[in-house]
Each structure stands twice: as C-alpha cells, then as structure tokens.
C-alpha cells in the first residue's frame, strides 16, 4: 500500500492526558516537518458506544470507584481476561477503514483501547505501516499492551523493562511529553498568585482531581488548609459540583488554560492520578506527593512513581503534612526536582518514530 509522510496518532477524549499527550506530539511533529493527523478512538466505535463508555467511566470515578477497581482488577490486570474483547474487534474494523483512506506512514495510539486495536490489525496483517504505543501511564497494565505492536515508549526506565518483559517487543525511554511552556521557570508569579487570593509567604499547593474532578480531594483541601501552613487549590477539571463545595476551602479552579503559571508558582503538587499533571509539575520542577489516589492505574501508577523516587506516596494525612514539610528543607526539594528533571535527559519522543528518522536521513 502506498503511504506518505502522515502519522495517525489515535488517542481517546477519555480525560484530558491522552488527547493532550497526542496535541503536543503532534506539534512536535509538524515542527519537523511531518504531517500528524489525531482521530479519537472512542468515536470510531458504533451505535455511539464511545460516547456511553466515556459517560460510564465518569459515572463510575465519582459515584462508584469500587466498581472501576473490580473492573480494574478482573479486566486491566488479571491474566485470565480474555485475550480480545469485542471493543477491540469492534474499534479495529472502523481504524482499518479510516486507515486504507488516509495511508499513513506510521500508527501511534496514545490510548490503550487504540493499542489494542492497532495491535490487532497489525498482527493479523491487515495493517502494513508501523505501529507505536506511546503510553500515557507509569504503570503498564496489560491492556496497553499487545504483542502486534512494533515498539512501545515509556516514560521511565522501569516502566520500558516491565513492557519488554511482557511483550517481547522493544520498549524505549523516551522525555515525557509536555508542552514547553513547563520547563520555562523564572518568570514573576505575582499576577498568579494575586489572582488566586494568595497572602505574600502562603505556600501554594496544587491538588490535582484532573479533568473528571475525581477523587478524594475535599479531604485532602481541608487537611491542607486545617494545617494553617499551606494554601490548598483545588484543579477541579470540568467538575462544577467539586468547585462549589470548596468553594470555602482554600482556593476551587475549573479548567485552567494557564497551569504553566500556577505550576511556576507552585511549592508541591499533590496528585491522585499519576497522570500527565505529574508529568508537568516535574518539568516546572515542582514535587509530587501521591494522596488518596483514584482506584486502578491512579493507584498503581502513583505507586510506580514512587518506586521509581520520583514523588513520595503518602498513605495518611500525617504522612501528607509530613512530606511537604520536609520540602522545606532545601536538601529534599533539590533532590526531588532532580529525579523529576532527570526524566527530560531522555531523547523525545517523536525521535523513535519511522516518519522521522526517514526524514532525518533524506536531509
């Protein structure tokens, strides 16, 4: 089949990390002068099934997160799941279709339901382009991963050796994807901190319930803002009922367009998903604590970072207040932006993929 120098990256509006990791990839691409084109798998399933299984997700994360954790445990981690659910079937016919109209180049899914379904095509033939899974998670679990895929990359160094381990296929480190608003630091956080009602010497701390506004965040705002040592702001997402019930709780943000600037001013980030706003923060150079993270891959994924040393874990609020205290000490803060700035030193992403290189190599 043909192709030419296009890359499908198939992401899912499930959240904001994914899609988010596949705009700035996709930027990164067209800077070196590769055409990227981003379809959302979750549409390309029929009888609206994307739409449903999204407003299921969030359904489940904020009225009954001990179902995603069954579901979790009995599908996304057990060896005993079926090996193909019908989605995968069900999502892969439509990508072959898109797939044979466009002509790509290469194949990236930055969502594991489209490395599945990637992974299915190209396994059984019926994909001729190369195919990588860019994963969006510190924990791999094993629906991220399919042995039809070429290669896979990796956040972390464990996190690349846990997926050749079980795939057989390479698996690379690669720089995290984040804007490069991030990493510029230096700049005045007064307009910031003005806006949000900060008092001159209030350490900010950022509290992270991403895009759903999930997750045990009043808690952990009260336990901040009781401590009277730390100013709690809550990064509600799209959650209009979390903003209005802390609304009296420190400071409640909706979708914020500026995070670059309210991580810049930032002195921790405390985080219940280990998704890409850990990522962020550690290219502003801002620590992560993991507390009451969301059940599934938040958990897990919270626990591998902290494995890794790249944030602390705190089982309790004791542990909370005792993690960022110890931040204050300069030791500890230099260490800890250090393991989250090492992350940077990897090759970036799009170095790994086919498009690129043969671009590298014509010039």
Known sequence: ??????????????????????????????????????????????????????GWYGWMM??????????????FVSDRAPPTSPLTVMAAARLRGLIR??????????FHLAAQAVGHLRLRGRLPVPSTVLLTDFAA?????????????????????????????????HAPLVRPEFRRSGGDVTPVRSRIGARAGERLVLVSAGAWGVGGVE?????????GRYLPVVLCGHNRELRHLLRHTGVALGWCDDMPDLMAA???????????????AMAAGVPVISYRPIP?????????????????????????????????????RTRRIARGAALFDAAPAESFLVSVRHLADER
Do not use: K
């Not at 009954?64 to 009995?74: F, H, N, S, T």
């Not at 930032?266 to 962020?280: I, P, S």
């Open 296 to 332: 599934g891959h938040g958990r897990d994924g919270a626990l591998a970072m902290a494995r890794a040393g790249l944030s602390v874990y705190a089982g309790d609020a004791g542990e909370l207040l005792a993690a960022l205290d110890r931040l204050g000490c300069g030791a500890e």
């Open 101 to 110: 109209r466009r002509m790509p180049a290469e194949v990236v899914s930055t």
């Open 1 to 54: 089949m043909p192709t030419r120098r296009t890359v499908l990256i198939v992401s899912a509006g499930m959240g904001a990390g994914h899609d988010a990791v596949a705009v700035e990839l996709a930027r990164r691409l067209a800077a070196e002068g590769v055409e990227a084109e981003i379809v959302d798998v979750l549409r390309l399933l029929p009888f609206r099934l994307g739409v449903a299984l999204r």
């Open 141 to 173: 679990h094993r629906l991220w991963l399919h042995p039809g895929n070429d290669r896979y990359l990796c956040s972390d160094q464990a996190t690349a050796r846990a997926v050749h381990a079980a795939t057989g296929r390479p698996a690379f480190c």
């Open 62 to 75: 904020r009225s009954a997160p001990w179902l995603y954790a069954l579901i979790y445990r009995v599908f």
């Open 266 to 280: 930032a002195y921790a980030l405390v985080d219940n998903a280990a998704g890409l706003t850990c990522r962020e």
């Open 219 to 227: 808690e952990t705002a009260r336990v901040l803002a009781r401590s």
